[in-house]
């Protein structure tokens, strides 16, 4: 896998190319038998995200389907991945399924060889109808390393800005149109609703990079070039600024302690003007529907680089150490087929699946309501324009994010300058690249 690189060429709603990297060859209608594993109980490691929780809304269906059981064991992020690294580095196969996210973990798992090959499985073992080749290639190469299928995409998503249409319209306020504008706007909003958070995204340093990227890149920053951390350039250095900025001058109180979990809640009450946050949140915050009315949705303005949005997906993933990864196998190809997809998309899971985009089904979901027609307009510029870019392209990505986050935080809490705290994380991140 190669990151760093323009991933979905085509939007949601406009389909991808319908090719996939490898040919399906599914098995024939009579001899493949969903009951095959009947009886055996399939242990599933998930991130407590719309995602799994949307998913597994539905488990009853593939144990109808199956005669199998689901145990599912669900944490907030950060520590399903200590649980994970916990069970795979004792060797264990205790769990048979984890979610995993290829732009910050991938190359890290495989080199570790945590990660079950599916290509078999796939081309020899697909049910009929699974249309392997009608997912997104893009997020099908991001699961690929070495030629091995390490994960199967279960959904497109990216950061787009939610903002009350509503609270701008009263204070009169424009919607911002490039990035230097954005904290004129937050002041224009904190002068009118004092009450009222102006702006919000990530703070939670390992969770940050993912809202950050957006910045860095349309700012015309980059990460690493020519082996070297770039934070310190000009546009890192802006980027930076104005990042912190926002979040310390025009953020909640304890901002660094905010991942989606804290700024959907936020929004959803109406205590936020802005949030910028990951299109997969758009259930979670119209969630009660008092948001469904007075929210509308747009991409971060571009700024001196243009318009470089962070697209990504979530993939499930077989554990190497599992003793059940057939089985696996086919509770992964139910999650991930047109059917259970479509079930998913009218909950506000973006499908990498172009047959569920274009279905009637969907767009008449979409249609039902303004909102809804603005969030897959923003994911489809996601999907034309979006890079998976999060981090330091190297094995040791996760543990670049979180010399990201450091800075970022440090400059929060006034901490440091923002001299100070590029100056320290380039030297950390140099030495990290350079390990790598």
């Keep these: 896998m190669k990151t760093g690189v323009k991933r979905a060429v085509l939007g949601v709603a406009a389909g991808f190319v319908a090719a996939g990297c490898m040919t399906v060859q599914a098995a024939d209608a009579q001899a493949f038998n969903w009951k095959k594993f ?203 600024s104005l990042y912190s900025s926002l979040l310390k001058d025009y953020g909640p109180p304890g901002v660094v302690n905010y991942s989606f979990y804290q700024i959907s809640s936020l929004y959803k009450d109406g205590r936020a003007a802005m949030a910028f946050e990951s299109s997969n949140e758009l259930r979670n915050m119209m969630a009660g529907g008092a948001r469904l009315k007075d929210t509308a949705i747009t991409l971060l303005p571009p700024g001196p680089g243009g318009l470089h949005p962070t697209v990504l997906g979530w993939t499930a993933a077989i554990s190497s150490h599992s003793k059940k990864k057939e089985a696996a196998w086919y509770f992964i190809q139910w999650a991930t087929s047109p059917k259970t997809q479509a079930e998913l998309a009218v909950d506000g899971i973006v499908s990498p699946r172009a047959s569920v985009a274009d279905s009637p089904g969907f767009r008449k979901w979409v249609d039902a309501q303004p909102v809804r027609k603005e969030w897959i307009d923003a994911v489809n510029q996601v999907g034309k324009l979006g890079e998976s870019k999060i981090g330091y392209p190297i094995v040791a990505n996760a543990e670049s994010r979180e010399y990201i986050g450091q800075a970022v935080t440090a400059m929060i809490l006034g901490q440091k300058t923002v001299q100070q705290a590029c100056s320290d994380a380039d030297a950390k991140l140099d030495k990290l690249i350079a390990g790598n």
């Design 38 to 240: 009947q009886g055996t109980t399939l242990s599933i490691l998930a991130n407590n995200n719309p995602i799994a929780n949307t998913l597994m809304k539905h488990r009853h269906e593939f144990e109808q389907l199956t005669g199998m059981k689901l145990k599912v064991d669900t944490y907030q992020e950060q520590q399903m991945r200590q649980r994970l690294m916990t069970v795979m580095n004792a060797g264990s196969d205790e769990i048979d399924v984890f979610m995993s996210l290829p732009s910050r973990e991938g190359l890290q798992f495989a080199k570790a060889g945590w990660y079950a090959d599916m290509s078999s499985y796939v081309k020899n073992d697909a049910a009929p109808g699974y249309d392997f080749a009608g997912l997104s290639p893009g997020l099908v190469k991001d699961a690929t390393v070495d030629g091995k299928l390490n994960g199967i995409p279960l959904n497109i998503e990216g950061p787009v800005l939610y903002y009350r249409k509503d609270v701008f319209a009263k204070c009169k306020v424009a919607v911002p149109k490039s990035l230097d504008q954005l904290p004129g706007v937050a002041k224009q909003l904190k002068t009118c609703e004092p009450g009222m958070t102006p702006f919000v995204s990530r703070g939670l340093k390992p969770a940050l990079p993912f809202t950050f990227s957006v910045f860095l890149h349309n700012e015309g920053g980059e990460y690493m070039k020519d082996g070297k951390s770039q934070l310190c350039s000009a546009p890192g250095k802006a980027a930076l």
